[in-house]
Structures are given as structure tokens and as C-alpha cells.
């Protein structure tokens, strides 16, 4: 037997000696009437002459994460949901069942616990137990106290785990919810409907990705997990919701790195009678308010560097952004001979260079060579019609589409444009993609008659943006991993 399940043996020989002595491990009618912080916030002004004119008693409990015993006495840590709170144990004085409760707990064991507040020689808050009861008694062992749990693998795998070994990854996920939380506040209060879409399609659209197949047995169906709800949202404006977001969640069936999750979250929302340079002004108010309200400040750390969020953001062309960050004059941004060899000197692959698109070999070398230089918040406009399939063309310009995307410590984190609401346009884009999809790229899109359909009753003049909330995450909490911010990220089965 190893010295795992040797430990799990004693943790239910415990167990068993708590059930004989008429205790349930697992109660279930014992609540607290206080919290750990309540009882800090409170209390920790007052010496311990003036504790001992408090006659009130007090209840806490929590998870126990250290025991320090002296014979007949000691003192426990226990953690709560608002942070850990000192209890000091004498046996004789808790009741007989007390006694036997104390005698068989453990680190890990959650304990339901009264009694009144003293300071102890050392000037801590602690509380005097009167009454001690536990309420679950746990089998597994703990990480041990001074290591941690520091096994990557681990951690995601068991991400209960990692948060009880590591209270600050809880403090992580705290910051995510109030990052979502104020993000839908911010566009409740201008007037935007948040609306849910489907999450399985019968057509995969609003974006170029693989995506995920499930099947619907009754209606012998094959359907797919949503890769963008663009689509859908859109046909909400047609029919007169003007201003809809969604925070949502996708799937696309591609590769697993620190950047990129199959399953993600994005916030998605679309504002008729406006241009992607009215979602430019948005969203640098919109993640210069989050950056204040979440971090409490404009500048954010995040992986050494210092990232600000001061408005206005950096703003280039994709074109531009050729010139300033590569050094290639105007007209070799255009040169189609002078960029494939650009591409041939750095070794990327070029497939069909005699009929590939300019801003295809635009975008290769911008996405393998610029994106990284783009630290600060950077606002890059104008892509290619080519690689824009749901963008109004620019009017000046039709070779290039009114959008945006927004790069931030060399990822992106947004991507906009003024909505393509031309049905005939939009449907001769979307014979395009087919052709590619039946070329071999799989990441093409489908045709959506319907959708074309939809554009025909009339979509009024729109913006719409998508904005990656995991990746937003991680840049407010200095994370390193899109694994660090996704509770239960992707991984491979545990062989």
C-alpha cells in the first residue's frame, strides 16, 4: 500500500471512530453566523481588555489548513471564503462530543465552531472555542504546507486543488468575475441588450475557424458548436434590436497554447448608426474605465513590462504598420515580388504565390513580424478585403475594409469593423470562401442563405466587435497562460 492510500485509510479509520461516537462527518445542519472578515473588520481595533467586555458568542467555520496543538491545548487556522481566522482549542472545554471531534481532526476537515474573541499573548485575534463541531471530513490529503501544490499539470488538472494550496489563484478569479460583471454594466448603461444565442448551429459562421461537430440523435441532425455568434447577432439588429451584446462562449477546433483555448469566452456586441471608428472611441473608454476600476490605476503591470491603458490608444494602418515596425517604403508595402521574397527570406510558407492575394502576403508578414512589437494598446485599421469576409468595404478604397483589431503586448485582443450590409456583396464573399473551403481550407466559411436573407430585408448601417475576455483577463491579472484564467481548461486525458 503506498503512503498515499495509507494516509486516505487513517483519514476513514477517523471517520468510522466519529460515526461509533454518534457524529455525523458530514453534517449538514450546522450553519455560521459570521464570516472571517466581518469578524476582523470589526473586532481588530479593540484590545483584548475591551474584547473581554464583549459577552456576545460568535460562530465561524471553514476549511482547517494548520494545527498547532500543546496537549491539551491549541490553536487551529481556518479559512472561509473571505480569508482565515485563528480558533483556540482546550479539550475539557468544548463537551465531551467536542473532545472527540478535536481528536480526530485534520488539515483539510471543515469545522463549524462558537465562542467568544480574546487576544492571545501574541496580540492575535482569536477566538475561544465552546463549541466544536465538524461538518466534512475530508479523505484526500492536502498539498503539503510549505511546498504548495506547484505541479502545472496538476493545477489545471485539479483546479479545486490548486485553489485550496494557492488562495491567490482564487484572487484571480474573483478579478474575472468583476471584470465581467463591470463589462456588462458598462454597456447596460448605454443602452445595449445583452441576448443569448445558440450554441449549436446547423451553419458555422461569423468567423474563419475549424470548428466542432455534435450530432442531434432525434432529429438526425449533424449540428456545430458555435465558432462566433457574429451571425446571429446581426440578424437581431436586422430585426430592430439596435444595440445587443453577448458575453459568449465559443469552440473552435484548433491547436492549445498559452494564447489559445478550444473552448473561450468573448464578449460580442453590435451598435446600429455607427462606424468601427465610433467602436474605436468605445473601446479604448471602455478598457481604459475597466483598467481603473479593476486595478485601480490606468497603468498595468503585466509580465514586466508596464502597459497603459491612457487614452488614446496608438493608431497605424495595416500598411502603415508595414513601414513604421519593418522599415519597407510606401510602394514596397504593394510590391508583390519585393513581399513574397520578403517571405522567402524569413522562411515562411507561401502556398500558390503565382495567384495569391496581396493582403494575404500583407497579413503573413504583418502577423509574423509586427504583432510582437505591439506592446502598448495599438489600434491597427484597414485589412484587406481579402481576409475580411463580413467587413463593408472602405468607400475610398475598396480594397481594404473598414475594421480594426487591437493588439495588446503583441496579442489580439479586439476585433471590429463597420458591418458589410450589402446582401449582394455579401453573398458573392461568401461564394469566395466556398471556393476556398473546396480548395482545402477547412477554415473557410459555409454559406448562410439565410443570413444573406436576412441582409435583404435591411440591416441599418452597423459596427460590431469582438473582444477576447480570456486574453483580457489575463493582461488585468498578469497571467502568463490562458490556462491561468479558464477554471478548467482543455488537457489531455490523465493517462
Known amino acids: 500500500m503506498t503512503q498515499e492510500n495509507i494516509y486516505k485509510q487513517q483519514r476513514l479509520e477517523k471517520a468510522g471512530r466519529l460515526i ?31 474584547l473581554e467586555g464583549v459577552t456576545e458568542d460568535f460562530s465561524i467555520a471553514g476549511r482547517v489548513i494548520a494545527i498547532r496543538s500543546f496537549g491539551k491545548a491549541g490553536f487551529i487556522k481556518l479559512r472561509d471564503r473571505t480569508g482565515e481566522f485563528q480558533i483556540f482549542t482546550q479539550k475539557g472545554k468544548m463537551g465531551e462530543q467536542g473532545d472527540v471531534v478535536l481528536k480526530n481532526t485534520e488539515v483539510g476537515d471543515f469545522l463549524h465552531v462558537a465562542g467568544k474573541l480574546f487576544r492571545t499573548k501574541t496580540n492575535e485575534l482569536t477566538l475561544r472555542v465552546e463549541k466544536l463541531n465538524i461538518i466534512t471530513k475530508a479523505i ?18 485539479q483546479r479545486y486543488v490548486d485553489m485550496i494550496a494557492n488562495p491567490e489563484v482564487k484572487e484571480v478569479f474573483k478579478k474575472r468575475s468583476q471584470i465581467v460583471s463591470f463589462i456588462r454594466r458598462y454597456f447596460e448603461e448605454k443602452d445595449f441588450l445583452e441576448v443569448e444565442t445558440p450554441m449549436m448551429q446547423a451553419i458555422p459562421g461569423g468567423a474563419k475557424a475549424r470548428p466542432f461537430m455534435t450530432h442531434h440523435n432525434a432529429l438526425d441532425l449533424d449540428l456545430y458548436l458555435r ?25 473552435r477546433n484548433e491547436g492549445i497554447s498559452t494564447q489559445h483555448n478550444p473552448e473561450f469566452t468573448m464578449l460580442e456586441f453590435y451598435m446600429a448608426y455607427a462606424t468601427y471608428e465610433d467602436l474605436i472611441n468605445l473601446t479604448q473608454d471602455l478598457l481604459n474605465q475597466l483598467a481603473i476600476t479593476v486595478c485601480g490605476s490606468e497603468i498595468v503591470g503585466y509580465q514586466g513590462k508596464e502597459i497603459s491603458f491612457q487614452k488614446p490608444f496608438a493608431r497605424y494602418t495595416l500598411v502603415e504598420s508595414l513601414e513604421k515596425h519593418l522599415g519597407y517604403t510606401k510602394e514596397q508595402t504593394i510590391d508583390r515580388a519585393f513581399l513574397l521574397n520578403e517571405c522567402d527570406k524569413h522562411h515562411f510558407e507561401v502556398k500558390n504565390k503565382d495567384t495569391i492575394d496581396l493582403g494575404i502576403i500583407q497579413i503573413l508578414l504583418f502577423e509574423e513580424l509586427v504583432e510582437k512589437q505591439l506592446i502598448s494598446p495599438t489600434f491597427i485599421t484597414h485589412y484587406p478585403t481579402s481576409v475580411s469576409p463580413l467587413s463593408r468595404r472602405n468607400d475610398e478604397d475598396g480594397s481594404v475594409t473598414d475594421r480594426f483589431e487591437l493588439f495588446i503586448f503583441g496579442r489580439e485582443i479586439a476585433n471590429a469593423f463597420s458591418e458589410l450590409n450589402d446582401p449582394v456583396d455579401q453573398k458573392e464573399r461568401f461564394m469566395k470562401q466556398v471556393k476556398e473551403r473546396e480548395s482545402g481550407d477547412d477554415e473557410a466559411m459555409y454559406m448562410d442563405e439565410d443570413f444573406v436573407t436576412a441582409l435583404e430585408y435591411g440591416m ?7 473582444i477576447g475576455i480570456d486574453r483580457l483577463v489575463m493582461l488585468l491579472t498578469d497571467q502568463p497562460s490562458i490556462r491561468d484564467v479558464i477554471l478548467f481548461p482543455v488537457l489531455r486525458p490523465d493517462k
Open 460 to 466: 441599418p448601417p452597423t459596427a460590431g466587435e469582438g
Open 20 to 50: 461509533e461516537a454518534g457524529i455525523n462527518p458530514y453534517n449538514n445542519r450546522l450553519h455560521p453566523e459570521h464570516v472571517a472578515s466581518d469578524l476582523r473588520e470589526k473586532y481588530e481595533p479593540l484590545t483584548g481588555e475591551e
Open 227 to 251: 465558432i462566433a455568434p457574429e451571425l446571429y447577432l446581426k440578424r437581431l439588429v436586422v430585426g430592430g434590436l439596435e444595440r445587443v451584446f453577448e458575453v459568449n462562449r465559443n469552440f
Open 140 to 157: 484526500e490529503q492536502l498539498p503539503e504546507k510549505w511546498h504548495g501544490l506547484t505541479d502545472v499539470e496538476t493545477r489545471y488538472r
